[in-house]
């Protein structure tokens, strides 16, 4: 689990960088001008504050405050030091005017991409507003706050706590079954940090009902927050069965990255690890869709494993061979079997072992 985590914190690093880039590059359109050429101090964002305590601010000021606080940690700092400013947030929220409740709304996922101090308060005033307009029709304003969900989850610890006090979970589970594919990113999105954040305190029931969500939604696209948040859930055995459905797709994408050198490593770790989770306690038939596909010869399977095992990232390494050490151990004597057929085609392992210590 602590390997997961790990190759977790540096994907959700990178995609709360990323989620800071596409707020940024969603505004700028509507500002008519480069971004980067306008900064933002402190005083603007003080003013702009006060001017949303006594009333709404009009659209170009609102887009301005936004762009205020994701362009800077000490603009959010700033904001939260206005008294009384997320209940002026959470007022217009709430309120009837959907162009004010969605500028508010992302001025508070824009907070949330601040520290652990921000995100905390944020969840404390915003959150019941944000995961009651779950339920809303508005696509761009529940895109928002999901994506709010999951940058509150992944930057505080009890952020996460106040929002699965009010079952936010069960919203997200929900939408995975309902929403359409525009919507979809964000679901995942917000599912993944929430799950991460949270893994030891969401009950076994509750992660197969996610699994068996994804499962119903078909999730097969090939890029990270997809496959980690699947290979969260494959750590709990209980989610296995649901997760077979993904099997051969991956298996697929394990191949094709054969032939550009494995290029995509946080995938293809992704990838490793739902395998090495699922197969270790599946039936032969299911493992044999790894082991004997119709489409790959055991040559082919043999070439993946070496050139798994000699790539130049550690951590590909130590997940090719926690699915070996999986398989080898395997109930069924067929894949122990097969197994060693394997290995005794492989450089030595306790030399790849040894690579991949400290």
């Not at 959907?98 to 907070?111: D, F, G, K, M, V």
């Given at each position: 689990m602590e390997v997961i985590r790990e190759r977790l914190r540096e994907a959700i690093n990178i995609d709360r960088k990323e989620q800071r880039a596409i707020v940024v590059n969603k505004n700028r359109?509507?500002?008519?001008?480069?971004?980067?050429?306008?900064?933002?101090?402190?005083?603007?964002?003080?003013?702009?504050?006060?001017?949303?305590?006594?009333?709404?601010?009009?659209?170009?000021?609102?887009?301005?405050?936004?762009?205020?606080?994701?362009?800077?940690?000490?603009n959010i700092e700033t904001l939260l030091k206005v008294d009384n400013i997320l209940f002026a947030l959470a007022r217009d929220i709430s309120g009837n005017?959907?162009?004010?409740?969605?500028?508010?709304?992302?001025?508070?996922?824009?907070?949330?991409?601040?520290n652990t101090k921000a995100c905390t308060a944020v969840a404390k005033h915003i959150s019941p507003y944000i995961i009651t307009e779950c339920e809303s029709l508005n696509r761009p304003l529940l895109e928002v706050c999901l994506w709010t969900i999951g940058n509150l989850s992944s930057g505080s610890k009890k952020a996460f706590e106040i929002l699965h006090a009010q079952k936010c979970l069960q919203y997200i589970i929900i939408l995975m079954h309902e929403c359409d594919n525009n919507i979809l990113p964000s679901v995942i999105y917000a599912a993944l940090h929430y799950i991460y954040s949270g893994f030891s305190s969401i009950t076994e029931t509750e992660l197969v009902e996610l699994a068996e969500a994804c499962k119903n939604k078909n999730l097969l696209e090939k890029n990270s927050d997809t496959l980690w948040l699947l290979a969260l859930l494959s750590s709990n055995i209980a989610c296995s069965k649901s997760l077979y459905y993904v099997l051969p797709s991956i298996v697929d994408f394990l191949h094709q990255s054969a032939s550009n050198n494995f290029s995509n490593t946080i995938l293809i770790a992704a990838c490793l690890r739902i395998l090495a989770n699922v197969l270790s306690n599946a039936s032969e038939e299911i493992v044999n869709i790894f082991l004997k596909n119709p489409k790959y010869s055991h040559l082919d399977v043999?070439?993946?494993?070496?050139?798994?095992?000699?790539?130049?990232?550690?951590?590909?390494?130590?997940?090719?061979?926690?699915?070996?050490?999986n398989l080898y151990n395997h109930a069924s004597s067929?894949?122990?079997q097969t197994i060693q057929d394997i290995i005794s085609f492989l450089p030595p392992l306790e030399e790849i072992i040894a690579s991949t210590m400290g």
């Open positions: 359109p509507a500002l008519g001008e480069c971004i980067e050429n306008v900064s933002y101090s402190s005083v603007f964002v003080t003013e702009m504050a006060k001017k949303l305590k006594k009333k709404t601010l009009n659209i170009n000021d609102y887009r301005r405050l936004q762009n205020a606080l994701i362009q800077s940690e000490l005017n959907p162009i004010s409740q969605l500028n508010a709304t992302n001025c508070c996922c824009n907070i949330a991409l601040g043999q070439i993946l494993f070496r050139g798994l095992l000699s790539h130049y990232h550690k951590y590909i390494r130590k997940e090719t061979i926690w699915l070996l050490g067929n894949i122990n």
